[in-house]
């Protein structure tokens, strides 16, 4: 069963992102916003894979424009 948060969340320093949102699957986590950072290197247009800010964490950046978040549920 999948639980959705509309909350804000602090862990991952998103806090005042607009228009983002939380899916838990199980023991995992993914967390769903509009990016906002200045990306100081070429971004791949349609899907781009980087570490996340945390150990453990992966970042998908698609289309430049939505930030989506994996981890493990806490």
């Known amino acids: 069963m999948a639980q959705l948060n ?3 969340s602090t862990r991952f320093g998103f806090e005042y992102a607009p ?8 023991r995992r986590e993914a967390y769903v916003c509009r990016d906002f950072r200045k990306r100081y290197y070429k971004v791949n247009p ?11 964490h992966l970042e ?3 289309m ?7 981890s493990k549920a806490h």
């Open 19 to 26: 228009m983002s949102f939380l899916v838990r699957l199980g």
């Open 6 to 8: 509309n909350s804000f």
């Open 46 to 56: 349609i899907i781009d894979c980087s570490a996340g800010v945390e150990p453990g």
């Open 60 to 62: 998908l950046l698609l």
């Open 64 to 70: 430049r424009k939505w930030l989506v978040i994996l």
